[in-house]
């Protein structure tokens, strides 16, 4: 099979702000397999999240120096595959858009799309989160009045864990919830940018404001002040950083209530089902996340998302220069839809 990659640069509606920084656009990977006359497509996008930033230049690097290796495989050989690349030591991203292309590949020779081969049912995504950065009260409330321009809303995630501190994420939430639709549920992530006891007084505070769940409160390498803000939070824990594939989850069984999959810190689609398997044998809730994706890594998410209790698969949505189609919104949910493979198209 043939392998080739070509970097695209898609940048963003309104940069986006957390606590570690800010993003204005972002350098992607459009990878492209070719094997019988079919092409798979894949993606990888670069992210500074975790345990080491995983740049596009690293990420194309690793795939070309990849791609002699796996020319004599074809895209049946998914086993062997996963076993190379083990011995390559590729970084998530990269292992993400192989894998990628790899399962559009298959369903295409299928002629079906991956939700309907793996047996999963469209009508149990719920509706995705749209993200409102770290910003002033002011300028946040506008964030959230152009989503609303956008597309229907029927879940916001706001992210909090402002340098500035806990006063400046409370005003900040305060004047976002003003304008939050009815009926929408609220969450919040604060990326790691807070305290212990930070984190528990927030957690009783947001809990009064009707906030659904929290994500990654903690900064990765704290995962052993878990359990104390487990017992004390009147609301769900989510890892986001502290977990990237299925050998983080038992660690993190016993002191939050799901995890947030994210196909690049995974490393794809069969990784990420994996995930969704064993936190269901640890009776953990599961999401779906994404950094600066496009339509093609959303879309491909979007067919596991019969699994999830909350997506927040918006990160395309807020692209000014998206090359792909793929998974529609529809009544705020992201749908993939019938065409086969990941369904993706330009």
């Known amino acids: 099979m043939q392998i080739r990659v070509q970097p695209f640069t898609v940048h963003k509606r309104v940069p986006l702000t957390i ?13 492209i397999l070719e094997h019988d006359g079919i ?24 795939l070309e120096a990849a791609a002699p290796h796996l020319a004599d495989y074809t895209p049946y050989d998914q086993q062997a595959i996963a076993a190379r690349l083990g011995e390559l030591h590729l970084p998530s991203a990269a292992r993400t858009a192989l894998d990628l292309a790899l399962h559009d590949w298959l369903g295409k020779r299928a002629g ?3 939700w309907k081969l793996w047996g999963l049912e469209r009508d149990r995504i719920v509706p ?38 806990l006063e400046a994420d409370r005003a900040m939430f305060s004047a976002v919830l003003q304008d939050v639709p009815t009926g929408a549920k609220v969450s919040v992530d604060a990326n790691g940018g807070w305290d212990l006891p930070g984190a528990i007084a927030m957690s009783h505070w947001l809990a009064e404001r009707g906030v659904t769940y929290l994500e990654q409160p903690l900064a990765p390498g704290q995962e052993a002040d878990l359990p104390k803000l487990y017992r ?33 810190k995974a490393g794809g689609l069969s990784e990420a089902l994996a995930m ?38 918006d990160s395309h949505l807020n692209l000014l220069d998206d090359p792909f189609l793929g998974a529609e919104m529809q009544e705020g ?7 086969p493979g990941l369904g993706v198209y330009c």
């Open 19 to 31: 606590s570690r920084g800010t993003t204005a656009e972002s350098t992607n990977l459009w990878l």
């Open 276 to 313: 969704v398997h064993t936190a269901q044998a640890h009776g953990l809730q599961l999401m779906f996340g994404c950094y600066s994706d496009s339509t093609l890594a959303n879309t491909a998410a979007a067919h596991l998302t019969p699994f999830a209790t909350h997506v927040d698969l």
């Open 333 to 339: 949910r992201l749908i993939p839809g019938d065409r």
């Open 232 to 264: 004390e939070s009147p609301l769900p824990l989510f890892a986001d950083e502290s977990c990237f594939d299925r050998a983080d989850i038992p660690k993190l069984g016993d002191r939050v209530h799901g995890i947030n999959i994210k196909l690049m």
């Open 128 to 165: 995705t989160s749209i993200t409102i950065g770290i910003n002033t009260p002011e300028s946040a409330q506008q964030r959230l009045r152009g989503w609303l321009e956008l597309t229907q809303v029927h879940a916001v995630k706001i992210k909090l864990g402002s340098p500035a501190g």
């Open 112 to 114: 079906l799309p991956l």
């Open 39 to 62: 092409e798979g497509w894949g993606e990888a996008s670069p992210f500074a999240a975790g345990r080491s930033p995983q740049t596009t230049s690293t990420i194309a690097a690793a």
